[in-house]
C-alpha cells in the first residue's frame, strides 16, 4: 500500500499532533486541497444537507471544507483548537452564517440537541473516539447526522510514483495517531461507530487525482505533522530533497492519485 506517511509503529500524542499545524498555518491555508464534490453530494443526499441544516464542524483546520459547508448549510459552527490555523479561518470566511470556537472539541460547552450534522473533514483521527463520538451524540439532534472524511495522499489500490521515489526520506519518522492507515480501515471505523450507537453505517471511498507542480509539493509536505515537528535544520532538509525530486526526476509534475474516504450514520 501506498503512503507518505508508513507506519513505524512510533507515534506522537494527539495534544502535539493538534497544534503543530499552528506551526505551518500560512502554509495550511495555502498548499492543503480541498474535498471532490463527492462528498458534499453525499451530505446532501444521505445526510439531508441543506439551506436549513445547523452543521458543528470538528477541527476545521483553515477551512478547506468550511467554506464549501458554509455555502449549503444554514449555519456553521467551526471548531479548531488551533489559535493560529483558526486566525486563518476566520479571515477566509466572514459570512455571517458561520460561527467560531478556538478549543478542543471535547473541551466546548455545547447544548443537547442541538446540531442536524456534525462533521469533521481530515481530522476526527486527532480525537479519542471513547470520548469524542459519545459527545458527538450527545449534541446531535434525534435522528441527525455525522459524517467522517479524511484527504488520503495515496490511493492503495493503484500505482504512486512520488510515494517509491520518497520512501526513504520519510520512513523513519514518527506518525500521528492511527498513522496513514486510519481512514481506510472500514471495518474499524464502522464499528467504533456502531459501537457508539450510531445507526446505518456507510462508507464509500471517493479516487481522484490531485495535481502539483514543485513548489506546491514541498508546501503541501511542510503541512504533513510528522515533518512539521522536526527541528528547523532536518525539516529544510527533508523538503529540499522533496522539492528537488518533485522538480529534476518527475520533471517539475507530480501526480498523487488520492482518495477520500467517508463515513456517515445518523443517530
Known sequence: MASDQPDPGRTFARDEGRHVFGTAAALYAAARPGYPDRVYEILRDRCRLDPSTRVLEIGAGTGQAT??????????????????????????LTTANV?????????????????????AATAFHWLDPAVALPKVASVLRPGGWLALWWNVF???????????????LLRDLEIGPGGHSHALEVSARGRELSDHGFQDVEHEAIPWT????ATQTRQLYATFSNIARLPDARRAAILDDIERIADVEFGGRVDRQMVTPIYTAHR
Open 67 to 92: 467554506k464549501r459547508l458554509a455555502e449549503l448549510a444554514g449555519s456553521v459552527l467551526a471548531v479548531e483548537p488551533s489559535d493560529a490555523l483558526a486566525a486563518h479561518l476566520r479571515a477566509r
Open 99 to 119: 460561527e467560531f470556537i478556538e478549543a478542543p472539541f471535547e473541551d466546548v460547552d455545547l447544548p443537547p440537541s442541538s446540531f442536524d450534522l456534525v462533521v
Open 154 to 168: 495515496g490511493d492503495p489500490s493503484l500505482p504512486d510514483p512520488f510515494h517509491d521515489a520518497t520512501e526513504s
Open 210 to 213: 490531485l495535481h502539483l507542480d
